[in-house]
T-cell receptor, first 115, second 114 residues
Framework: DAGVIQSPRHEVTEMGQEVTLRCKPI?????LFWYRQTMMRGLELLIY????????DSGMPEDRFSAKMPNASFSTLKIQPSEPRDSAVYFC?????????????FGPGTRLLVL | QKEVEQNSGPLSVPEGAIASLNCTYS??????FFWYRQYSGKSPELIMF????GDKEDGRFTAQLNKASQYVSLLIRDSQPSDSATYLC??????????????FGKGTKLSVIP
């Protein structure tokens, strides 16, 4: 299995530009998660999907952030307009829940720098 | 606000020693507990998970859970330099059918000195 795939791996953009991050979960996993990691705040859950449906987006910081999952094999996280404080590593993870929880498999991350 | 607290470290141990990593959590409804390892510049990877009070062993790793004290720990025996990484504690609460909350601590940085 290829694991969780994310693209791009690195993104440098200027303030005000639109940024789109992409994720392909592991085949057969029905949960997909978007995280943001910074030194100050650690790993924060932004939003997660179950069977392509957004379940909890309470972690999305602002209306500038949006996420979609049009099908079981693809999800996007969009930031429009981007700001310097959005600079972080964005991880996508997927899982197939067990009885009392789940194991999440993380993608390699997208390192975003907003100038 | 559900919180997961970890000592940020760095925790330095000599090679071959036991490394002890600790985590406390605030939500008594938490049901499953995870330890992830993250090497610098890499993504988190699961080491162990534990659901029940007591110890769970996997090779050199032992996870310990005490729900009454809201405390979970990870012991690494015979520490190796390759164990040097940041260890993230994660706590999960299932809130309903198909819905749960997973909260990560900020991690403890472990350095194993050769």
């Amino acid at each position: 299995d290829a694991g969780v795939i994310q693209s791009p791996r690195h993104e440098v953009t200027e303030m005000g530009q639109e940024v789109t991050l992409r994720c392909k979960p592991i085949s057969g996993h029905d949960y997909l998660f978007w995280y943001r990691q910074t030194m100050m705040r650690g790993l924060e859950l932004l939003i997660y999907f179950n069977n392509n449906v957004p379940i909890d987006d309470s972690g999305m910081p602002e209306d500038r952030f949006s996420a979609k999952m049009p099908n079981a094999s693809f999800s996007t996280l969009k930031i429009q307009p981007s700001e310097p404080r959005d600079s972080a590593v964005y991880f996508c993870a997927s899982s197939r829940p067990g009885v009392l929880g789940e194991t999440q498999y993380f993608g390699p991350g997208t390192r975003l720098l907003v100038l | 606000q559900k919180e997961v607290e970890q000592n940020s470290g760095p925790l330095s141990v000599p090679e071959g020693a036991i490394a002890s990593l600790n985590c406390t959590y605030s939500d008594r409804g938490s049901q499953s507990f995870f330890w992830y390892r993250q090497y610098s510049g890499k993504s988190p990877e699961l080491i162990m998970f534990i659901y029940s009070n007591g110890d769970k062993e996997d090779g050199r790793f032992t996870a310990q859970l005490n729900k009454a004290s809201q405390y979970v720990s990870l012991l690494i025996r015979d520490s190796q330099p390759s164990d040097s990484a940041t260890y993230l504690c994660a706590v999960n609460r299932i809130t309903g059918a198909g819905s749960y909350q997973l909260t990560f601590g900020k991690g403890t940085k472990l350095s194993v000195i050769p």
